[in-house]
């Protein structure tokens, strides 16, 4: 086997974790003796075992003189708030002859700091085998860690001619259930999705992982005048206390009590211009609370806000063929008046899922990267 194919193999196991390790990154570590693979390890969830230790505590035979590869650099720190030893004096002290990493991790106590450990104790340290695909498997813990926000994905299902929905608010179903699969996949791997109060009106949607198996993200509203019905899915179903509405400081304390004997979570943030929930402020929380990654999924207001004050960082359109006409746009005004001034996605991927066309896409990937993006240069402008 090739470097590649550990590294391949130890993003594989990383990806075991998918869903339930945040606020941590998925890591997945791989120990290579006389050409084959004696330990594997992931990386379960917060507080347990690291990567790293899982496959060395799995190994079958001696480590010793063996090479590990691993998706993330090792920790190296010991902060109040750590909850394992660091990585790296394991991996000294069980003798490993060499590792091979694919980014150092950007998290502000490590960065650089478990490379420079490893080497100090005569170990090489390799960087940038799969460099990109470990960065797009992390890319929320990657923006979550160096700035406090949680990663912002954008998910839409739009008719040819951008629409999200009917004049009369019908929107059920434009993407068909392949995939509306899809979308429970992310939400099973994403912290939480968000709505705008129009699209609660209009669908009284669940939010919660049916399609596929998984866990039940947070469930975010934005809700000015606590106006939601009280026998709506998200305040009254058994999973009302993981859903969160943002509201103003003026909103009406009777409806905010009610609800929160509920269980549901009520937070009054400023407004903004237009006098909704400042979005700002809306992410500033979410992270405060250790939500590192949202979908957003409707209606087009909240889209447009999204995309007007740049707060996002990834696209998914499903476009399905069909033209409906006057209706709901998927995005409104953003002030454009020349084509050079539009959004113009980065790192685009386009696949087909039966007739329908999937297109992901990036706003800013050396915004979203931060220090992962400045040293390494395969990342496209
Ligand atoms: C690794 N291997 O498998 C993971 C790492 O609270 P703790 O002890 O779980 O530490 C969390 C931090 O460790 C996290 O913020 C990130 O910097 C790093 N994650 N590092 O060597 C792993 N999950
Ligand atoms: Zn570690």
């Known amino acids: 086997m090739y470097h590649e194919e550990y590294m391949a193999r130890a993003l594989t196991l990383a990806e075991k974790g998918s869903g339930y390790t945040s606020p941590n990154p998925m890591v997945g570590a791989v120990i290579v003796k006389n050409g084959r693979i ?27 003189g063996a ?27 069980e003798n490993i002859k060499k590792v091979h990493i694919a ?10 700091h478990g490379v420079n450990v490893l080497q100090s104790a005569g170990i090489p340290v390799e960087t940038g085998l799969m460099a990109e695909e470990a960065m797009h498997l992390n890319e929320a813990y990657f923006k979550y860690i ?21 004049s009369s608010s019908d929107s ?30 209009a669908d009284n949607p669940q939010l919660t992982v049916r399609l596929v198996d998984g866990r039940h993200p947070y469930r975010i509203v934005l809700d000015k005048n606590l106006s939601i019905p009280t026998h709506y899915s998200l305040v009254s179903d058994e999973f009302a206390e993981k859903t969160i509405i943002f509201t103003l400081p003026t909103a009406d ?76 746009e998927a995005v409104g005004d953003l002030g454009v008046t020349s084509i050079a001034d539009a959004i113009r996605l980065q790192n685009t991927n386009y696949q087909t899922i039966n007739d329908q066309i999937w297109v992901q896409g990036y706003r800013n990937l050396h ?13 496209q402008d």
């Open 38 to 64: 004696i330990g594997e390890g992931y990386h379960p969830r917060p507080g347990e075992k690291h990567a790293e230790v899982m496959a060395i505590e799995n190994a079958s035979e001696s480590i010793e």
């Open 67 to 93: 090479e590990m590869y691993c998706n993330l650099e090792p920790c190296s720190h010991d902060t109040p708030e750590k909850r394992t030893p660091p990585c790296t004096l394991r991996v000294i002290r």
């Open 103 to 112: 980014t150092i991790d950007p998290n502000p106590h490590v960065s650089g």
């Open 146 to 166: 160096q700035t406090g926000l949680p990663f912002v994905h954008l998910k839409m299902a739009i008719s040819l001619d951008g629409r999200i929905a009917t």
């Open 172 to 201: 059920k179903w434009i993407s068909d259930s392949a995939a509306r699969k899809i979308v429970h996949e992310l939400r099973h791997r994403y912290d939480a999705v968000l709505v705008g109060f129009n699209t609660v009106k």
């Open 253 to 328: 304390k009777e409806k905010k009590a009610r609800l929160e004997s509920r269980g549901v979570i009520v937070e009054a943030v400023q407004g903004d211009h237009n006098g909704h929930p400042d979005l700002t402020a809306v992410l500033k929380e979410l992270g405060r609370r250790g939500i590192t990654s949202l979908v957003v999924e409707g209606g087009g207001r909240v889209y447009t806000e999204f995309i007007n004050q740049q707060l996002f960082d990834k696209v998914s359109m499903f476009f399905a063929p069909i033209i409906i006409g006057r209706g709901i």
């Open 367 to 379: 915004e979203t990267f931060g220090i992962l993006a400045r040293e390494d240069a395969c990342l």
